[in-house]
């Protein structure tokens, strides 16, 4: 039966719920603009000392503002984009292809019952969360 993407994100909803994984995506285009603004004025008002202080300050803030609140897995999932969506099933449909299930709520027993499955798929979804969304990940409440 093919897999659609639909049934693979609801898979990886309930692995992530299950390991209660939460993630915070990092916006660092946001915080590297700061610490620019802050060295830039910090220079024009006290010369090269306050280019260090201002880069300093606006590094601090920076950090502060880009570390993004830990939501659950489950949620991010399903407001990514389609296309984001699609790479994430593109990785996944390599392990789950060879299984033989007629809806997602056995797909979802299959991957459950089987230790080994679930951990590939744990390092999909964690390597994409990683790399393509630059997310921190945290377990448990």
Request: proline share 4%; net charge neutral; aromatic share 8%.
């Amino acid at each position: 039966m093919p897999i659609n993407v639909d049934d693979v994100m609801q898979l990886f909803c309930h692995l992530s719920e299950i390991k209660g994984m939460k993630a915070a995506i990092k916006h660092s285009g946001g915080g590297a603009l700061l610490v620019f603004a802050t060295a830039f004025i910090g220079g024009l008002m006290a010369g090269p000392r306050g280019i260090a202080v201002g880069g300093a300050f606006g590094g601090l803030l920076g950090a502060w503002m880009t570390s993004g609140q830990f939501r659950p897995v489950p949620q991010i999932l399903l407001e990514l984009p389609p296309a984001e969506q699609q790479k994430l099933y593109d990785e996944a449909i390599v392990i789950l292809r060879r299984l033989d299930w007629t809806d997602v709520a056995q797909l979802t027993a299959l991957v459950m019952g089987n230790a080994s499955l679930q951990q590939k798929l744990t390092a999909v979804l964690i390597n994409y969360l990683s790399k393509e969304l630059r997310a921190e990940i945290q377990y448990g409440e």
